[in-house]
């Protein structure tokens, strides 16, 4: 009988264990963090940002402790702390990373922080911004939330004139757009579509990063595949499935936790004027398991990762570190 050459695992590729579940991996290049064997953050050498927002994550959703988590980014338990109050307070804007110097935030004129507006128009992004106008990133920030009474048009002024995205000041919060019609068809409609308004600051804006890695899962278009649709109703199979996702990724896995989220605010990432909540999950959640077509989805899921192709194209569905 012969003997068949063991596959290499993580830490015999160097990656730094945190606890059982969690690995990081980490070279010049980059680093990646694997959590039960799958690959679940990315960033490249210098997007300290989004290094940031893994680890913060990972003490977020349970799947490493603190201490684990900062022995194996190098920093103490302090910055860690610091990392997940910026996340939870100003998303992955607060992760960035700010150049150290002399530069504090500085006394706000409105003719300097029409000065900043002005530039961030132009398309320059939140550093350069500062490098350009001789402030601090928060003073950038400070100024592009302000708002004057002489820079807020009318409504009839907003009617008669049409102003470029680009040009226009983004509302920190933006209020959601009505659905009252579509909440008023739900019987006649398979699911509201969303709708995303432009914003400069939304809470929970970090969920958007997992979508791509939804997306690659397949777990949407098998679904559809499988179930077809849920009964007709405001709520459609792909926002509660998305819906279900997104909570989980936030450490809030069951249907109850829906109530540790406002609504209003989980609305915005989901494109709806408010996120679904636990008697509405329970409900859809019910209707699609009255099917009896879990075993199906099960295996829709296995066939599209077997006949996908993992990172590099080395063997199907599989990543060459794992």
Aim: proline residues 6%.
């Amino acid at each position: 009988m012969t003997t068949q050459t063991a596959l290499p695992v993580l830490p015999d590729l160097g990656a730094v264990l945190m606890g059982e579940r969690a690995a990081l991996l980490e070279n010049t290049s980059g680093g990646k963090v694997f959590i039960n064997g799958q690959l679940a953050y990315v960033w490249a050498a210098g997007q300290d940002g989004l290094r940031r927002l893994a680890a913060s994550q990972l003490v977020d959703t349970g799947a490493a402790q603190v201490n684990e988590v900062a022995a194996a980014f190098g920093v103490n338990t302090e910055s860690l702390r610091r990392w997940r109050k910026s996340l939870e307070g100003t998303g992955l804007m607060g992760l960035a990373p700010v150049k150290k110097g002399t530069k504090r935030p500085s006394l706000l004129t409105e003719a300097k922080a029409a000065e900043i507006r002005a530039v961030r128009a132009g398309g320059a992004s939140l550093r350069a911004t500062a490098e350009a106008t001789g402030v601090s990133t928060d003073t950038v920030r400070r100024a592009m939330a302000m708002t004057t009474t002489a820079e807020t048009p009318t409504t009839d002024a907003a009617h008669d004139s049409l102003v470029p995205l680009e040009a226009a000041e983004q509302p920190a919060l933006p209020a959601p757009f009505s659905r009252t019609a579509e909440r008023a068809a739900a019987g006649l409609i398979e699911g509201a579509s969303p709708v995303f308004a432009p914003a400069a600051h939304v809470r929970h804006a970090g969920l958007f990063l997992a979508f791509p890695a939804l997306e690659s899962t397949g777990l949407i278009s098998c679904a559809k595949e499988v179930y077809g649709a849920l009964p007709n109703g405001f709520y459609g199979l792909e926002t509660i499935l998305i819906d279900s996702v997104l909570r989980a990724l936030a450490g809030e896995s069951r249907a109850e936790g829906a109530t540790r989220f406002d609504p209003v605010e989980l609305g915005r990432v989901l494109g709806l004027d408010r996120a679904p909540e636990v008697k509405t999950i329970r409900r859809r959640i019910s209707q699609l398991a009255e099917t009896g077509k879990a075993g199906e989805l099960i295996a829709a899921l296995a066939k599209h990762h077997l006949s996908g192709t993992g990172p590099g194209g080395d063997e199907p569905g599989r990543d060459p570190l794992c």
